[in-house]
């Protein structure tokens, strides 16, 4: 099975512009979840989806949002960016939305706000 | 408030030998933890969990000890390898609480 595949793999955007990453889950897996993760900081949960429902969501500004397809392929977006937003976004992928089941990570878009 | 969290922010060790990398956490409704390595330009990978009801779980090289009663817990990897190097993440999650809460991450360098 093909892994998670993000795109775009890096984006350069200015102050107050707004970005939209994508993210393509293994097939069959309809959890996806969306992780922030910048130095010293871990990564932060920002929202996860299943089944076009969002199930859970980070200590986020209303900034991040995000949402999920039929087919389970997930975005999401930043709008009216800030230098703090800068960081590599990663997108996690697994069967069913359990506390236990294993995610499956994407490689991640690198964001940088200038 | 950091939940979960890994105090050493590097670690290293000499090939060989065994890397211990510990992780503490704060909220006792955690029952299941993980840990993920990750490499540059990659994202993370699981590499072992454990649930609340033992205290080991063992994979290999890899091996994971829980203490609940301290809300420690510790991965060790006996013998360490120069591929062993990564970032390792440690996470913790609550039944029916949705996904995991993540630690910042220790640096593992193993020499040669």
């Known amino acids: 099975k093909a892994g998670v595949t993000q795109t775009p793999r890096y984006l350069i955007k200015t102050r107050g512009q707004q970005v939209t990453l994508s993210c393509s889950p293994i097939?069959?897996?309809?959890?996806v979840s969306w992780y922030q993760q910048t130095p010293g900081q871990g990564l932060q949960f920002l929202f996860e989806?299943?089944?076009?429902?969002?199930?859970n969501k980070g200590n986020f500004p209303g900034r991040f949002s995000g949402r999920q397809f039929s087919n389970s392929r997930s975005e999401m977006n930043v709008s009216t960016l800030e230098l703090g937003d800068s960081a590599l976004y990663l997108c996690?992928?697994?069967?069913?939305?359990?506390?236990?089941?294993?995610?499956?990570f994407g490689p991640g878009t690198r964001l940088t706000v200038l | 408030d950091q939940q979960v969290k890994q105090n050493s922010p590097s670690l290293s060790v000499q090939e060989g030998r065994i890397s211990i990398l510990n992780c503490d956490y704060t909220?006792?409704?955690?029952?299941?933890f993980l840990w993920y390595k990750k490499y540059p330009a990659e994202g993370p990978t699981f590499l072992i969990s454990?649930?609340?009801?033992?205290d080991k779980n063992e994979d290999g090289r890899f091996t994971v000890f829980l203490n609940k009663s301290a809300k420690h817990l510790s991965l060790h990897i006996v013998p360490s390898q120069p591929g062993d190097s990564a970032v390792y993440f440690c996470?913790?999650?609550?039944?029916?609480?949705?996904?995991?809460?993540f630690g910042d991450g220790t640096t593992l360098t193993v020499k040669p």
């Open positions: 996690a992928s697994s069967e069913q939305p359990s506390s236990t089941d294993t995610q499956y």
């Open positions: 097939s069959g897996h309809r959890s």
């Open positions: 989806y299943f089944s076009e429902t969002q199930r």
């Open positions: 909220n006792s409704m955690f029952d299941y």
């Open positions: 454990i649930s609340s009801i033992k």
């Open positions: 996470a913790a999650s609550a039944t029916n609480a949705g996904k995991s809460t």
